[in-house]
């Protein structure tokens, strides 16, 4: 994994929390943090809050709907490809807003994601090779 981050502090996760390294501020810190998910087989957590962030911009009914059902299909029912662990209340919840989805319908699912990888994944993530590996790379190559 060769990843070219422009700024040591991108690499400071501990400062900025999992949230700033979600954003485009820092896509270096993202891709290494989607690596390190896919090496634990928990990818579909971060792909689904993307999915969900992108979701959130579209402004046509028509494309909200196509794009809803997708990110069911994918992550939320049971058995889906990427299924997420969410619980059933949430679920039913969004899968009885799929016929007229708002562009809020997955917010629930996410925050729970987020939870999840926030508590669970990411004090993970800080202590994997992957992590520190990419962080001596910068430190390296801002003292020289």
């Not at 400071?12 to 700033?20: I, T, V």
């Not at 889906?80 to 949430?90: G, M, S």
Request: glycine share 4%.
């Amino acid at each position: 994994l060769v990843l070219r981050c422009t700024s040591l502090d991108c690499l400071k996760l501990n400062s900025g929390g999992l949230q700033k390294h979600l954003f485009p501020l820092c896509a270096a810190g993202q891709l290494v943090f989607e690596e390190f998910l896919r090496s634990e087989y928990s990818e579909e957590n971060l792909l689904f809050w993307l999915a969900c962030e992108n979701y959130k911009t579209i402004a046509r009914e028509t494309e909200r709907v196509t794009a809803a059902k997708r990110i069911y299909a994918e992550f939320v029912q049971v058995d889906a490809t990427r299924q997420i662990n969410i619980d059933c209340v949430t679920r039913e919840e969004i899968s009885e807003t799929l016929s007229q989805p708002g562009p809020n319908c997955f917010d629930r699912a996410q925050k729970l994601i987020y939870g999840l990888m926030e508590n669970d994944c990411y004090p993970r993530f800080l202590k994997s090779e992957i992590y520190q590996a990419l962080l001596e790379y910068q430190l390296s190559r801002t003292l020289s």
